[in-house]
C-alpha cells in the first residue's frame, strides 16, 4: 500500500511538473490518500503517514478472519439478492460497474462460497488483496485507524474533490463522510 501510494504521489508530481494540472479529483479506497495530497487537503508526507498507520491497524488483526474480496459479474439488484440468499455472509463492497460488483466475504467461507457462484453459473474471481477491505471485517481496524485521523490538520482542498460514493464534490468535511472508506 505504501509502494502503492508512493508511485501515485511521484506520478502525480511528475505530471503537475509537465503541465498536466488537474481541476478536479477523485479516488477509491487506497485512491482516496492520492486525492487527499493532490487537492491538499493534507500534505504528502502526512498521507503516507496515514497509509502505514492503515497498514499497521490491519496488521493489529492478523489473529482473526479479516476476510477477503470476490469480484462477481452480476449487477447492483442481483447482488443485493444474492447477500440474501448466500449460505454465508458476502457484503457488497463495491458497485465498480453496472455489471460488477465486488464482495467482501470470510476467508474460511471462500471455497464454499465459490462453489455456491459456481452452481449457480456466476462468473467470479477471489482478487488478491489481504483483507475484505470496505465491510464489517475491517471494522475493528477502521475504528483503531479513525484515532489516527483525530490528529490531523485537514485544510480546504484547492480543487474540486468528488465523492466516490455520491459523485458530489466533497469540501473540508471529507475526512468525518469518508473517513470509513479509506479502510
Not at 479506497?29 to 487537503?41: E, R
Not at 477502521?142 to 483525530?150: D, I, S, T
Request: hydrophobic share 45%.
Amino acid at each position: 500500500q505504501a509502494a502503492t501510494t508512493s508511485l501515485s504521489l511521484a506520478l502525480t508530481r511528475m505530471l503537475r511538473a509537465i503541465g498536466i494540472v488537474p481541476d478536479a479529483v477523485a479516488g477509491h479506497s487506497l485512491g482516496h490518500y492520492t486525492v487527499l495530497a493532490a487537492s491538499g487537503i493534507l500534505s504528502e508526507e502526512m498521507v503516507l503517514g496515514l497509509v502505514s498507520k492503515r497498514v499497521a491497524c490491519c496488521e493489529a488483526m492478523r489473529t482473526r478472519d479479516g476476510g477477503c474480496m470476490f469480484a462477481l459479474s452480476i449487477d447492483e439488484p442481483a447482488a443485493r439478492a444474492l447477500a440474501k440468499s448466500a449460505p454465508y455472509p458476502m457484503f457488497p463492497a463495491n458497485f465498480n460497474s453496472p455489471n460488477q460488483t465486488v464482495f467482501a466475504l470470510a476467508r474460511r467461507h471462500a471455497n464454499a462460497i465459490g462453489r455456491f457462484l459456481d452452481k449457480r453459473g456466476i462468473e467470479w474471481s477471489r482478487l488478491p488483496v489481504t483483507w475484505g477491505y470496505h465491510s464489517p471485517f475491517v471494522e475493528p481496524a477502521g475504528r483503531a485507524y479513525l484515532r489516527h485521523l483525530k490528529h490531523c490538520r485537514f485544510i480546504n482542498p484547492h480543487m474540486r474533490v468528488y465523492s466516490e460514493t455520491t459523485g458530489a464534490p466533497v469540501r473540508l468535511d471529507f475526512a468525518a463522510r469518508h473517513a470509513p472508506n479509506l479502510m
